[in-house]
C-alpha cells in the first residue's frame, strides 16, 4: 500500500460529503482500518505499507501497520518509509532516486 489515505483523527469534512453514509470521523473503517472489525480477514500473507516521512497522514499509516501486525502477528506486515519526502511524492517526480528505491521496495516485496 502506497502512502495510504486513511484521513487524521480529527473528521474530515470534505470525505462526509463526498461519502454520505460516513460519519467522516475516526469511527469509519475507510477513515481509520483499525476501527474494522473484519480487518483481522485480510486475505493475504503479507501486506506491505509505504508512508513518508513528511506527509501528514504518515501517522495513520504507522497505525495501519501497527494494528495489521497486532491483529495477524508480527511479520504479518512490513512498513518502509521514506525519508525527507511528502505525500505520493514518487507521482510528482517519478525519476528521483527516492522514487526509484521504492518502486525497487515494492516490485522485491512482490518477489518475495
Not at 473528521?11 to 467522516?24: E, I, N, P, R, V
Not at 481509520?32 to 499509516?61: F, I, S
Request: aromatic share 12%; net charge negative.
Amino acid at each position: 500500500m502506497l502512502h495510504p489515505f486513511f484521513g487524521g483523527k480529527e473528521c474530515d469534512k470534505m470525505y462526509k460529503f463526498l461519502s454520505s453514509t460516513s460519519s467522516g470521523c475516526d469511527d469509519d473503517p475507510k477513515l481509520n482500518p483499525a476501527a474494522d472489525p473484519d480487518l483481522v480477514k485480510l486475505p493475504c500473507r503479507k501486506v506491505l505499507v509505504c508512508v513518508a516521512e513528511k506527509d501528514w497522514l504518515r501517522d495513520r499509516g504507522v497505525s495501519y501497520y501497527e494494528t495489521l501486525e497486532k491483529l495477524k502477528g508480527e511479520g504479518f506486515a512490513e512498513l518502509f518509509e521514506t525519508k525527507g519526502e511528502d505525500h505520493c511524492f514518487y507521482l510528482f517526480n517519478p525519476n528521483a532516486d527516492k522514487a526509484g528505491h521504492l518502486l525497487q521496495k515494492v516490485v522485491d516485496f512482490f518477489n518475495i
